[in-house]
């Protein structure tokens, strides 16, 4: 079986995170890597080298804000993966508590605040496991990655070629798959306006339509007449 590229899982999962000062300074070896290692193929190499070089350029809030719109502004391009399953539902915490136990269990153990299902923590523990069990573990996420990159490449951003990189890990194929149009955060988040129209199930707005339910008024009992 074709040895899985740890390194470069590394790599990846390095240039995923938040570009910061020292992210920066370490993209000449996170690209030494990436080439030495040589086990993705030229297209996957040369995208992510395409991915360094963007991350090179600019000033250091540049850098950092081109991510945020990124990552930050709607689920389409979340790097939490079960935001893309989940979203904010009951069931996201079960989901989250099996993943750590899986990483507890390989002896990973993360840091307070992290979550599991940030995809270069993900990406750090594949790159600790055996080939198959590693390659098993991206490709059950293929489908949530594949919706990424769509996005991604949606949006015109370099870290398509991050997520292509991942895909080709697990052995899958890069495929576009058609995504619902999304509201940003902030729409989807937002509150309707105090005494903005309300209904039985919750508010609504002026235009539309409330249901208006009429109830007989029960009859006086015998006993309450005088």
């Known amino acids: 079986m074709k040895r899985f590229p740890s390194r470069s899982c590394r790599a990846v999962a390095c240039l995923l995170g938040y570009p910061d ?12 890597v990436v080439v030495e290692e040589s086990a993705l193929s030229k297209d996957a190499r040369a995208g992510l080298q395409a991915l360094i070089r ?5 000033e250091s809030f540049e850098v950092e804000a081109r991510y945020v719109d990124t990552f930050d502004r709607g689920r389409a391009t979340s790097l939490h993966l079960f935001e893309h399953v989940h979203g ?8 989250m508590v099996d993943l750590l136990q899986t990483y507890e269990q390989a ?3 993360l840091a307070p605040g992290e979550l599991p299902d940030y995809l270069p923590v993900a990406l750090e523990f594949a790159a600790t496991q055996e080939a198959a069990v590693a390659r098993d573990f991206l490709g059950e996420m293929a489908h949530i990655l594949n919706a990424l990159h769509t996005a991604l490449v949606q949006r015109q951003s370099p870290y398509a070629a991050a997520i292509a990189a991942v895909l080709e890990m697990a052995g899958e194929r890069v495929q576009h798959v058609a995504l619902p149009p999304e509201e940003g955060l902030d729409d989807a988040w937002a509150e309707p306006p105090a005494f903005d129209g309300c209904a039985t199930k919750g508010q609504n707005r002026p235009e539309h339509p409330q249901p208006i339910h009429i109830v007989r008024k029960p009859a006086p009992s015998q006993g309450a007449r005088a």
């Open 107 to 109: 002896g990973l153990y």
């Open 88 to 95: 904010d539902s009951r069931d996201r915490g079960p989901a």
């Open 54 to 58: 963007q991350l090179r350029r600019g």
């Open 21 to 32: 000062d020292a992210l920066r300074a370490a993209l000449d070896e996170i690209e030494a």
